[in-house]
């Protein structure tokens, strides 16, 4: 998935600022699809260069105009196309460089593993918790979506989400808790501590 088609898909709910676009992403698509600012305003401009998005200043009271970015029509077919062509691979590959650090965990002292699976799973239980909140939102209207359909794809990928979030905290227990049955000898094959 290209940050562009995401963009353009945004913009099919509303006209946004590339300001605005962040802060959706940043509450809604953000664990499934991330994006900094700097990206988003360079994928604007090759929007616009494609004239698959218009811009225009909107003047605020007080504030700096900000410039607010609408599809075109040659915009709304190209994410229409985009939408009906999923992936060849429907299961992403993983890159995950905790894991990799784990699998080289012998050279570690296991203290120091579990220091970082415990870290781990207060980010995954934050995440879960964060899910959870904003899937009762949706449920009774309070986060968006215009209509019952909207809220509906909105919350299945959010129930993904919850699933990934509730894997990765019971994953942390399962594997703290083998850490901490083993007694801890130096390495004495593979990487050299």
Known sequence: MSLSHAILGLLQYQPMSGYDIKQFIDKSVNYFWSAKQSQIYRELAGLEKRRWVVSALEKQSGRPAKRMYSPTGAGR?????WL?????ALVEPVRDE???HLFFGNGLPVEETLFHLERYK?????RLDYFTALAAKLKNGEAGGDCAGERVY????????I???EASVQWADESM??????KR???KKGVKG
């Open 84 to 88: 009906h062509e999923f992936p060849a």
């Open 163 to 165: 699933k990934m979030a």
């Open 185 to 187: 000898e130096p390495p």
């Open 177 to 182: 808790a083998v850490l901490n049955a083993i």
């Open 98 to 100: 905790f894991l990799v």
């Open 154 to 161: 909105w919350l299945l990928t959010l129930a993904k989400g």
């Open 122 to 126: 207060k980010e995954a239980q934050a």
């Open 77 to 81: 077919t190209e994410f229409l196309r």
